[in-house]
C-alpha cells in the first residue's frame, strides 16, 4: 500500500479548521491532515512562508478561497514540496475593480461599533446556494468560525492583495484537482474551467446544489473527489 504524502489544507477567509472538519475526519485513517494557519501576515508571500515553516518537507495542499490565493504563492516560493494541489472556490485572477469596492464595502461594517456578525443575511445569499441557506447546522458552523476569529482576523484577511496566479499554474505538473458549486457567486464555474485548462494534469469537479462553500455544503462529495486526488 502507497502512504499518501501529508495533507495540508488551507481555509478561507474568516474561516478556521471546522472548514475542513469533515473531510479530515473522513480522510484522516487514509492520510495525515493538517490545517494551515492563514490569520496573521499582510500579504500571500508573508503568509505563504508561515504555512511552509509549520508544514512537512513534502506535502500534497488543498486550498480553499483565500487559501487557494495562499496555495499558489506557496508554488511561487517553494514548488518542489507540493507533491499535488487542490483548488477549491477559489481564483487565480487579482480583485476586479468591482470586487475590490465590495470588499471596501464590508470594511467599513466590520469597523461599525458593535457586535461583528461578518456574515450578515445578504452576504450569506451569496456564499451559499439557495437550497442550502436555510441550513441551520451549515450557518450555524460559518457563523460559528466567523465570531471565534472576530473583526481584527477579517480586516487583515480582507486587505491582503489577491495576486495573479496563471503562471505558477501554468507550470505544475503534478495531479491537481478544480472544485467549486455550480452556483458558486464568488468565485464561478467559469474561472475554475479556466484555471483546470492551465493545469498540466488537473481534473474538474463541478458540484450541484452548492455555491461557495462546498466543504460545508457537500462534505462527502467534496471528501471523494479529495480522496480520488489523493490516489491520483
Not at 477567509?13 to 472548514?19: C, F, M, Q
Not at 461599525?112 to 439557495?130: A, N
Not at 492551465?198 to 458540484?207: D, E, I, Q, S, Y
Amino acid at each position: 500500500m502507497i502512504v499518501p504524502d501529508p495533507l495540508v489544507l488551507l481555509p478561507g477567509l474568516l474561516n478556521d479548521g471546522d472548514l475542513w472538519a469533515d473531510q479530515i475526519a473522513a480522510l484522516s485513517g487514509e492520510v495525515t491532515c493538517q490545517v494551515g494557519v492563514i490569520t496573521q501576515g499582510t500579504s500571500l508571500a508573508e503568509i505563504a512562508r508561515a504555512v511552509l515553516d509549520a508544514a512537512p518537507r513534502r506535502f500534497a495542499l488543498a486550498g480553499f478561497s483565500l487559501g487557494g490565493y495562499v496555495a499558489q504563492a506557496i508554488l511561487r516560493t517553494a514548488p518542489e514540496r507540493v507533491t499535488r494541489l487542490a483548488l477549491l472556490d477559489t481564483s487565480f485572477r487579482p480583485d476586479t475593480p468591482e470586487r475590490a469596492a465590495t470588499r471596501r464595502k464590508l470594511e467599513r461594517a466590520a469597523t461599525t461599533p458593535g457586535r461583528f456578525h461578518g456574515f450578515g443575511e445578504h452576504l450569506l445569499e451569496t456564499y451559499l446556494d439557495p437550497a442550502n441557506q436555510a441550513n441551520d447546522a451549515v450557518v450555524a458552523r460559518i457563523r460559528g468560525m466567523t465570531e471565534r476569529l472576530g473583526p481584527e482576523v477579517f480586516l487583515r484577511q480582507n486587505r491582503i492583495p489577491r495576486e495573479e496566479g496563471e503562471a505558477v499554474l501554468r507550470v505544475f505538473d503534478r495531479p491537481a484537482l478544480v472544485l467549486c458549486g455550480e452556483n458558486d457567486a464568488l468565485t464561478p464555474l467559469a474561472v475554475h474551467e479556466e484555471m483546470a485548462r492551465l493545469l498540466p494534469r488537473a481534473r474538474l469537479v463541478a458540484l450541484p446544489g452548492c455555491g461557495h462553500m462546498t466543504p460545508l455544503e457537500a462534505p462527502e462529495a467534496v471528501t471523494q473527489a479529495l480522496r480520488a486526488w489523493l490516489a491520483a
